[in-house]
């Protein structure tokens, strides 16, 4: 590898985003770049089950454990259910007893009150919900 390679790049600046107006916003979207690993992780995975499944919206929830649990928007004549509570569904089924944190990919300006009230049941009222458009720019993080 070249020693010399790489010298005349300039570091390129995160894109500056102005606020998102949600009556349930907790940080800005300067603050995106502070996300924890693992939570981007959660988005980024929520947005790829969105995309291979093309469907409305894509979900992740972490575990206590750390485990995810990926789940995509089930909209069958005979079941209709977001993405978010699927894979809320999900980690129940398959033994979590907490959540540390949830991500939707989506286009709506913010989870449901359904939504929000599944995460609350399993990780209780401070789990973060963090909202990502389609792109997987975080949005706003919710209260469960």
């Given at each position: ?6 010298r005349?790049?300039?570091?390129v ?14 940080i ?7 996300l924890d690993?693992e ?13 291979r ?16 649990y ?7 004549d ?7 509570r ?11 007893t907490?959540l540390?944190?949830?991500?939707v ?5 913010s989870a449901s ?8 049941d399993?990780g ?12 997987g720019?975080?949005?706003a993080t919710?209260?469960?």
């Amino acid at each position: 590898m070249c020693p010399e390679a790489g010298r005349d790049r300039l570091p390129v600046p995160p894109p500056a985003s102005p606020p998102v107006n949600a009556p349930h916003m907790l940080i800005r979207m300067s603050e995106a770049a502070q996300l924890d690993p693992e939570d981007r992780k959660i988005i980024t995975l929520a947005r790829s089950v969105r995309a291979r499944n093309s469907v409305a919206e894509g979900a992740a929830v972490r575990d206590e454990t750390g485990r995810t649990y990926v789940a995509g928007t089930v909209a069958l004549d005979s079941l209709k259910l977001s993405a978010l509570r699927t894979a809320v569904a999900m980690a129940v089924a398959s033994g979590a007893t907490s959540l540390e944190a949830a991500a939707v990919v989506t286009e709506a300006e913010s989870a449901s009150d359904e939504d929000r009230a599944a995460v609350r049941d399993l990780g209780g009222a401070g789990t973060p919900v963090l909202l990502a458009g389609l792109d997987g720019t975080l949005r706003a993080t919710l209260p469960a």
